[in-house]
């Protein structure tokens, strides 16, 4: 072997230890712990997807299979049944939504406003009630023959719905609401967001639930300054809501929609042609 050679090769090894130190989970070799929750996630990812396409009837374990790119073997390892696979979709649909409500927790707690729960409040259920879940959640609490079944559903879903309302009551009363004001104002705030997400049924139109949430918004101000002291107004508000954009709490990530059948178009955007001058 010539010096080249040699210098050559430890070059490479050299550049391959730095690579590895500087991205140690790269070099990582997966457990067989991580491998076996890596494929059950894309077996439920998959399985969502077909439910909102085609509900819990149209499901089919074979096309599960081929959607999330598994063997059969896998999928029956982890559900060996389509009602486990069913279940076990929802659950999961809810666990995700309860992490998303504790991320966004944790950013409205570092933002220190009520404006900023109130945001965060808004676009958290409008993820859950514009995103699958909901829609899974009445297909198959309202639309399933198999009573059990529904049974399940509802149950599995109250638990973690009423799991999210009271992680935001919590928030709203350490900002300074009284329990009974914070309730209020929860229970409101989530059922305008579902009104949304129902209303898309029949017309689709974000300007409008735009300019709703800002006037929502504003009547909470309004309603709070009748129901507490100067004192307590003052330390609950301590920054203005700017203009129409909410706080980045308040950013909505929500990328999977219920198909409407063409019903709900995105609105035409209209450019304005600057005139010239003479």
């Keep these: 072997m010539s010096n080249t050679d040699r210098t050559r090769r430890k070059v490479t090894r050299r550049s391959t230890v730095d690579e590895a130190a500087k991205n140690p989970s790269s070099s990582r070799r997966r457990t067989q712990a991580e491998r076996s929750e890596t494929t059950r996630k894309l077996i439920l990812d998959a399985s969502i997807r077909i439910l909102v396409r085609k509900g819990a009837a149209g499901l ?14 896998a999928q029956l390892h982890h559900f060996p049944t389509k009602r486990e696979l069913i279940l076990a979709a929802f659950d999961y649909v809810n666990e995700r939504s309860v ?30 009630f514009f995103g699958n879940g909901f829609f899974i959640e009445l297909a198959l609490a309202f639309g399933q023959a198999d009573l059990d079944l529904r049974r399940v559903v509802r ?30 104002v929860l229970a409101l705030t989530l059922s305008m967001v579902r009104g949304f997400a ?14 709703l949430v800002k006037v929502w918004r504003d009547m909470i101000r309004a309603y709070l300054g009748t129901r507490l002291d100067e004192r307590q107004f003052t330390g609950i508000f301590v920054e203005p809501v700017i203009g129409d954009r909410p706080m980045a709490t308040a950013t909505v990530t929500t990328t999977a929609w219920l198909p409407l059948d063409g019903a709900s178009e995105k609105p035409r955007r209209t450019r304005k042609r600057a005139r010239k001058r003479a």
């Excluded at 089919?60 to 073997?73: D, F, H, L």
């Excluded at 129902?198 to 300019?211: L, T, V």
């Design 60 to 73: 089919r374990t074979g096309e599960v299979v081929k959607e999330a790119g598994v063997s059969v073997g």
């Design 99 to 128: 992490e998303m409500c504790r991320q966004r927790v944790k950013l409205a707690r570092r933002a220190g406003s009520t404006e900023a729960v109130i945001n965060a409040i808004i676009a958290d259920g409008t993820d859950f």
């Design 155 to 184: 149950r599995s879903s109250r638990r973690s719905r009423f799991l999210v309302e009271a992680i935001w009551r919590e928030m709203l009363e350490k900002q300074g609401l009284p329990p009974e004001i914070a309730g209020d």
């Design 198 to 211: 129902m209303r898309r049924f029949i017309e689709d139109d974000p300007g409008r639930r735009a300019h």
